[in-house]
């Protein structure tokens, strides 16, 4: 690589850099913002405490146990420097404030999101040239979902790295023939499954690139039979409880294969129509999601080449991925690199020259390269749930009684509880069969638990363990008996996770006075679209009306002499 293309390519990287780094610390210490943070937050830090079973295979474990090498390597380089005394005061400092956890968990991702626009150079640089890795890194650095979902603790940009890594040591093999490069392909293929189970689907384009070979059939079984004993070895050292703990393993995963098939929340059809009319366009900008549908076609026109095990992979995962109702824009990331490759190359063969090719790249990539910066730009600011609780800690005596009314946790500002609070959940955890760790080990800090606390109670519709703490009978007459002074609503229109009870909330303002209202919009004309089924309070697209993340969030004061 020359000078110049080491230089076009560091500045890549730094755009990507920038992008995924700017909002990293978004919501926090709200660990509600993003669902699934939490979930693999806590599953990494118990098995740091010493329990390697996760017990929990709706995903694989290996970032849970890449997570805990992080979390643990922090831990000692706490130990060392004097800020943890030991294991308990690094445990207090995850119960009094957990941000610092979840940046580590997100700074991880980020930087094999980066790391996957270095690798795509490669892939990009052996298909056609370096005008090609080049291209290729630019739409990767700056695509909307990917630079989007690299802000997550989520397993999908980490599973997405390992393959691309995979794809590349494919065809390098297909290049050089160096059994070394099939071997590597092949673990690292495992590993992306062992991240997240569907990259999986990948396989295949591995089998092609080691059967691609002009010799006999013998020869190449016994090469393919290596490389799936590879992979099974990669997938089960970064998931080895799938086997110890097959049971669970299998609860799981039939869980996850129903889920998918039925639906989540909404129906929104099949995955093959909806990506193609929805997440690809808003994932890449329908220019760039033009061009890489036109460079699949030239993929699938050309002769069979390097290309072709990557065509067969985007086929086979799309077909799969696709053919369910459960339709997270997160599930097509793993095909976000492969589109932008594709795109490249046709890129490099209509621009021509380096300036044609460099103008035609910046105008493709221009309309996702602004989503991507507008998002990070929004996700940036506080969100909204953060100023709620704020307000709440400054100005609602501690020991108050707040109703959360109505809908899903994760709009909710996050607050504290007080002691004697905490101390009713835990028992009515623990008499549900709930081990309650957390709740335990928050009440064995004393004096040092998290303050303000509160006694919060959840306004729900139903309360199928008979918790205490969740009345299913709400009316305003009820909250003022029981001495409920405040009540807290989350409300976005766009998203049924904050759909409000409004003949509760028409009650409520006839005897209630609505002290604050903190509005993430600034107004209700322009159109803004959401990743419908999943609780991310930040739009997809239609950026100009919104001012920062989070929901409606609309604080009340009773005052009983008003009823």
């Not at 293309?5 to 990287?13: F, G, M």
């Not at 610390?25 to 990494?44: I, K, M, Q, W, Y």
């Not at 700056?142 to 494919?170: E, G, K, M, N, Q």
């Not at 991925?321 to 997270?328: D, E, L, P, T």
Request: charged share 15%; glycine share 10%.
């Amino acid at each position: 690589m020359g000078g110049r293309a080491v230089c076009v390519l560091a500045a890549i990287l730094l755009i990507g850099l920038a992008l995924r780094f700017l909002g990293l610390s978004f919501g926090l210490p709200n660990v509600h913002c993003r669902p699934d943070e939490s979930t693999l937050v806590h599953r990494a830090l118990a098995i740091g405490a010493g329990d390697p079973n996760p017990h929990f295979f709706n995903y694989p474990s290996l970032h849970f146990y890449l997570l805990a090498a992080f979390y643990g390597a922090y831990y000692v380089a706490g130990y060392m420097a004097g800020v943890f005394a030991n294991v308990t005061a690094f445990e207090a400092e995850f119960l009094a404030d957990p941000s610092t956890f979840y940046l580590i968990g997100r700074g991880v991702g980020a930087l094999m999101g980066v790391g996957s626009v270095w690798v795509l150079y490669g892939i990009g640089a052996r298909l056609g040239g370096r005008s090609t890795g080049l291209v290729g890194a630019l739409f990767l650095s700056c695509s909307f979902l990917h630079v989007r979902d690299s802000h997550f603790l989520t397993v999908d940009i980490p599973a997405t790295f390992y393959l691309l890594v995979s794809l590349l040591f494919s065809l390098r093999y297909m290049e050089g023939k160096v059994a070394r490069d099939l071997l590597v392909s092949a673990i690292f293929l495992g590993l992306s499954a062992s991240t997240k189970y569907n990259v999986g689907l990948f396989a295949g384009a591995v089998f092609i690139a080691a059967i691609e070979r002009n010799e006999p059939w013998r020869e190449r079984g016994r090469r393919l039979f290596w490389v799936v004993g590879s992979m099974a070895v990669a997938f089960v050292a970064g998931s080895p409880y799938v086997l110890l703990d097959f049971a669970a393993f299998w609860r799981d995963l039939s869980y996850e294969q129903l889920h998918f098939a039925r639906g989540h929340e909404a129906e929104l059809g099949r995955g093959w129509w909806y990506h193609l009319g929805f997440t690809f366009p808003l994932g890449l900008g329908w220019p760039l999601f033009t061009a890489a549908l036109l460079g699949l076609g030239r993929w699938a026109w050309r002769p069979r080449g390097l290309e072709w095990p990557l065509l067969v992979g985007v086929v086979v995962y799309y077909a799969v991925a696709g053919s369910g109702k459960v339709v997270f824009m997160r599930y097509m990331l793993p095909l976000i690199p492969l589109l932008c490759v594709a795109a490249a190359g046709l890129v490099a063969v209509v621009g021509r020259s380096r300036r044609g090719i460099a103008v035609l790249a910046l105008l493709v990539v221009a309309p996702t390269a602004w989503s991507s910066w507008r998002h990070s730009e929004l996700l940036a600011k506080t969100d909204t749930r953060v100023l709620a609780a704020r307000w709440i800690e400054e100005r609602v005596p501690a020991g108050s009684r707040i109703g959360l009314c109505c809908a899903s946790d994760y709009g909710y500002p996050q607050l504290q509880l007080d002691r004697h609070a905490l101390q009713a959940r835990l028992t009515g955890l623990q008499r549900a069969g709930f081990a309650a760790r957390r709740q335990q080990r928050l009440l064995s800090l004393g004096q040092n638990m998290p303050s303000p606390g509160y006694e919060l109670i959840e306004l729900r519709a139903v309360n199928p363990s008979a918790f205490a703490w969740i009345w299913t009978g709400y009316g305003v007459e009820r909250l003022l008996r029981e001495g409920v002074t405040w009540v807290v609503v989350h409300e976005s229109p766009d998203l049924e996770y904050s759909r409000v009870d409004s003949s509760f909330i028409a009650e409520l303002e006839q005897v209630a006075q609505r002290v604050v209202l903190f509005d993430p919009l600034l107004n209700d004309r322009d159109q803004r679209l959401y990743d419908p089924i999943d609780a991310f309070y930040l739009p997809v697209s239609g950026f100009a009306s919104i001012d920062r993340p989070g929901p409606k969030v609309a604080i009340y004061r009773l005052n009983e002499l008003r009823l």
